[in-house]
């Protein structure tokens, strides 16, 4: 069992925005700025959307945002288009110097 | 651009070794830390080790501890795993990625992966 939960699936219409929630304890979210997410299209290398819990990689669209409330963190993917469909990780890096993912959510566009 | 390769992957059965390797180029490789993920199928990222870029620290999953080692040639640039005592539920995409310039915390680039699966 993930020390970081996510939802299984989330969906959302072409243009609308969908919110992604990854909850933690204390110090896995909410003492934890090396908190991150990732996208994952099947048959592909995951992807980099936000680290250090709201920074974009340069070449990441602003339509991701990131941000974070108590123990949990949560991705918002705005103005949804048909390649924003696939998974979402959450991904923290906790005590011990490991690194934990939350165990994915699927978002489908509708 | 950032690119990196994986290889290695094959049908090998419970109890044997195999080792992965991934191929870097696009970027000063001796200069940023690597991990290994995998994704066994159906399931989501397990991160599996990670290798800082001075060769000081080497970290492991609970799941793979003791059985698994992360190794780095810095002169030819590739990042390697070599797994002991496979299990079957060690099947998996094994995933190779680059450190963020902000720290290794974040995992920046990420190759398309290698599959091993492990079945008597």
């Known amino acids: 069992q993930s020390a970081l939960t996510q939802p299984p699936s989330a969906s959302g219409s072409p243009g609308q925005s969908v919110t992604i929630f990854c909850s933690g304890t204390?110090?896995?979210?909410?003492?934890?700025?090396?908190v991150s997410w990732y996208q994952h299209h099947p048959g592909k290398g995951p992807k980099l959307l936000i680290y250090?819990?709201?920074k974009r990689p340069s070449g990441v669209t602003d339509r991701f945002s990131g941000s974070k409330s108590g123990n949990r963190a949560s991705l918002t993917v705005s103005g949804l288009q048909a390649e924003d469909e696939a998974d979402y990780y959450c991904?923290?890096?906790?005590?011990?110097?490991?690194?934990?993912f939350g165990g994915g959510t699927k978002v489908t566009v509708l | 651009q950032v690119q990196l390769v994986e290889a290695g992957g094959r049908v090998v059965q419970p109890g044997t070794s195999l080792t992965l390797s991934c191929t870097a180029s696009?970027?000063?490789?001796?200069?940023?830390?690597m991990h290994w993920v995998r994704q066994a199928p159906g399931k989501g990222l397990e991160w599996v080790a990670a290798?800082?870029?001075?060769?000081?620290?080497?970290f492991y999953g609970d799941s793979v501890k003791g059985r698994f080692t992360i190794d780095r040639d810095n002169a030819k640039s590739i990042l390697s795993l070599q797994m002991n005592n496979l299990r079957e539920d060690d099947t998996a995409t094994y995933f190779c990625?680059?450190?963020?310039?902000?720290?290794?915390?974040?995992?920046?680039?990420w190759g398309q992966g290698t599959l091993v699966t492990v079945s008597s």
């Open positions: 290798f800082s870029f001075d060769g000081r620290n080497k």
């Open positions: 990625a680059k450190a963020h310039d902000n720290g290794w915390f974040y995992l920046a680039s």
């Open positions: 991904s923290s890096y906790v005590a011990g110097d490991k690194w934990v």
């Open positions: 250090e819990v709201n």
């Open positions: 696009g970027f000063t490789f001796a200069t940023f830390g």
């Open positions: 204390n110090s896995v979210i909410g003492t934890n700025k090396f």
